[in-house]
């Protein structure tokens, strides 16, 4: 077994007992869904940012599984284990067609929707392109949606990217933490994800977030240095003045949803509620 299985076990075990692993058949390959909660409960799909892997929102589980049905979903092209086989992943229509899939293999003709950073992109251009799907749209430090990166973030990110290493990775968890001290099991397997042979993150345009018609939250990372804060929050609200917008005090980009989970877990229960 590898050291990246070992990791992704080992933080699997941190979910609650009853949580269930799915794969679900999709044209693109099978993709492994976390799932906890009532079955009868509103159903909540959680994306990840990027490296992350579903398994992120472990600390977040066992308060949203209390009142909705869960499934965190491990990304189409991205460490983890879903499958790339069949239909090849070129775009981001690609994944779009994706999640219209998983969604029908798993029986949701409509879900709340929480996305993460990169999966925080991904879950707008979703809900625009099915927005007869989704019920809620709620958005952790989203990337490449109200502005772009910081260009020190990705100075310092290119290492990662050019030439990926676990020390390299490290590295730039610990700047971009800065003292919020994630859990270690998950900065081990983020770590050996971007390692991971064969990973293909689809990027693309900025989502056109003002046609966004359902109700959206937005929640940014006080010390996020992917962005700044500020002015996505502003952004944000220009673009869509009737959303919900706050920041969470003492995070940062990447410390997220590990920063305080309880913080993130009273908010978006507020909202979905």
Same mark, same amino acid.
């Given at each position: 077994?590898?050291?990246?299985?070992?990791?992704?076990?080992?933080?699997?075990? $941190?979910?609650?007992? /009853?949580?269930?692993?799915?794969?679900? #058949?999709?044209?693109?390959?099978?993709?492994?869904?976390?799932?906890?909660?009532?079955?009868?409960? /509103?159903?909540?799909?959680?994306?990840?940012?990027?490296?992350?892997?579903?398994?992120?929102?472990?600390?977040?589980?066992?308060?949203?599984?209390?009142?909705? @049905?869960?499934?965190?979903?491990?990304?189409?092209?991205? #460490?983890?284990?879903?499958?790339?086989?069949?239909?090849?992943?070129?775009?981001?229509?690609?994944?779009?067609?994706?999640?219209?899939?998983?969604?029908?293999?798993?029986?949701?003709?409509?879900?709340?929707?929480?996305?993460?950073?990169?999966?925080?992109? !991904?879950?707008? @251009?979703?809900?625009?392109? +099915?927005?007869? $799907?989704?019920?809620?749209?709620?958005?952790?430090?989203?990337?490449?949606?109200?502005?772009?990166?910081?260009? @020190?973030?990705?100075?310092?990110?290119?290492?990662?990217?050019?030439?990926?290493?676990?020390?390299?990775?490290?590295?730039?968890?610990?700047?971009?933490?800065?003292?919020?001290?994630?859990?270690?099991?998950?900065?081990?397997?983020?770590?050996?994800?971007?390692?991971?042979?064969?990973?293909?993150?689809?990027?693309?345009?900025?989502?056109?977030?003002?046609? !966004? @018609?359902?109700?959206?939250?937005?929640?940014?990372?006080?010390?996020?240095?992917?962005?700044? /804060?500020?002015?996505?929050? +502003?952004?944000?609200? $220009? +673009?869509?003045?009737?959303?919900?917008?706050?920041?969470?005090?003492? +995070?940062?980009?990447? /410390?997220?949803? !590990?920063?305080?989970?309880?913080?993130?877990?009273?908010?978006?229960?507020?909202? !979905?509620?």
């Amino acid at each position: 077994m590898s050291a990246f299985d070992l990791a992704y076990d080992e933080l699997r075990a $941190r979910w609650p007992g /009853s949580t269930e692993e799915r794969d679900v #058949a999709t044209p693109y390959g099978r993709t492994r869904v976390h799932v906890y909660g009532p079955a009868d409960g /509103s159903p909540l799909v959680l994306l990840p940012g990027g490296s992350a892997t579903g398994l992120v929102w472990f600390a977040n589980a066992p308060v949203l599984g209390g009142r909705y @049905r869960v499934h965190a979903v491990d990304l189409l092209g991205d #460490a983890g284990r879903t499958e790339r086989r069949g239909t090849p992943l070129k775009s981001a229509d690609d994944l779009t067609a994706w999640l219209d899939a998983l969604l029908d293999g798993l029986g949701l003709a409509r879900t709340h929707l929480c996305g993460h950073s990169y999966g925080a992109w !991904l879950a707008v @251009r979703y809900a625009l392109h +099915a927005p007869q $799907r989704v019920d809620r749209l709620a958005l952790v430090d989203p990337t490449q949606v109200f502005a772009g990166f910081r260009l @020190r973030y990705l100075l310092r990110a290119l290492p990662t990217l050019i030439r990926p290493s676990q020390a390299r990775a490290r590295a730039f968890l610990a700047w971009e933490t800065a003292d919020t001290h994630p859990d270690e099991t998950w900065q081990r397997l983020y770590a050996l994800s971007t390692t991971v042979p064969g990973r293909k993150l689809i990027a693309g345009a900025r989502p056109r977030a003002a046609d !966004l @018609r359902m109700p959206v939250l937005v929640l940014l990372a006080e010390h996020s240095r992917a962005h700044h /804060s500020a002015e996505v929050a +502003a952004e944000a609200r $220009r +673009a869509l003045p009737r959303s919900e917008v706050t920041l969470l005090p003492g +995070a940062t980009h990447h /410390s997220l949803p !590990l920063t305080a989970p309880e913080q993130l877990n009273d908010r978006l229960v507020d909202f !979905l509620d």
